[in-house]
T-cell receptor, first 111, second 114 residues
Framework: GQNIDQPTEMTATEGAIVQINCTYQ??????LFWYQQHAGEAPTFLSY????GLEEKGRFSSFLSRSKGYSYLLLKELQMKDSASYLC????????????FGAGTILRVKS | EAGVAQSPRYKIIEKRQSVAFWCNPI?????LYWYQQILGQGPKLLIQ????????DSQLPKDRFSAERLKGVDSTLKIQPAKLEDSAVYLC????????????FGPGTRLTVL
């Protein structure tokens, strides 16, 4: 079956670093996406990992371990505007390209 | 480049009524997706089109939901009749051909069923 787990909520301080973890169990796995979703808005793409290792993109980095079914999103130098929900999504290739989303982690950045 | 367009943005109906949502994907994107996002949950795929053919509709409640993409561009999603549990945001997304292309999401339609 499909199972994507991530923490429900996290709180961090402006300027700090926060790591949001995601574990997954899916069939036909072909990569891991992270999306950011501000309240009342559509999800926007942050990162995609298909190979093991760390991908860095500015203040955001994403890591994948396929053998462990584990990924994390690392946010550095947190800003107030980073307060949002962060969605982990596994790409499945069993029937076309299908994204299976976790419930999202609500990140609250406080000053 | 224009993004994914959806209308209406908000809709309030009573249970047992019908409703339709419209989506116009990014130009050139062959793949179109409809997702249902219930408050506090991640998006759940309802149906995926490749051009005007259905790739995956395994999670579409076919007794009340239908979707079409007749000319391989715009798409409509219909609910008939609506139930209280259909209250959610309906997101349309599109992607260009490729094995792992980024999906671009529209602003969504927030449906409230009373």
């Amino acid at each position: 079956g499909q199972n994507i787990d991530q923490p429900t909520e996290m709180t961090a301080t402006e300027g700090a670093i926060v790591q949001i973890n995601c574990t997954y169990q899916t069939s036909g796995f072909n990569g891991l996406f992270w999306y950011q979703q501000h309240a009342g808005e559509a999800p926007t793409f942050l990162s995609y990992n298909v190979l093991d290792g760390l991908e860095e993109k500015g203040r955001f980095s994403s890591f994948l371990s396929r053998s462990k079914g584990y990924s994390y999103l690392l946010l550095k130098e947190l800003q107030m505007k980073d307060s949002a929900s962060y969605l982990c999504a596994a790409l499945e290739m069993e029937y076309g390209n299908k994204l299976v989303f976790g419930a999202g982690t609500i990140l609250r950045v406080k000053s | 480049e224009a993004g994914v367009a959806q209308s209406p943005r908000y809709k309030i109906i009573e249970k047992r009524q019908s409703v339709a949502f419209w989506c116009n994907p990014i130009s050139g994107h062959a793949t179109l997706y409809w997702y249902q996002q219930i408050l506090g949950q991640g998006p759940k795929l309802l149906i995926q089109f490749q051009n005007n053919g259905v790739v995956d509709d395994s999670q579409l409640p076919k007794d009340r939901f239908s979707a079409e993409r007749l000319k391989g561009v715009d798409s409509t999603l219909k609910i008939q009749p609506a139930k209280l549990e259909d209250s959610a945001v309906y997101l349309c997304a599109s992607s260009s051909p490729g094995t792992a292309s980024e999906q671009f999401f529209g602003p969504g339609t927030r449906l409230t069923v009373l």
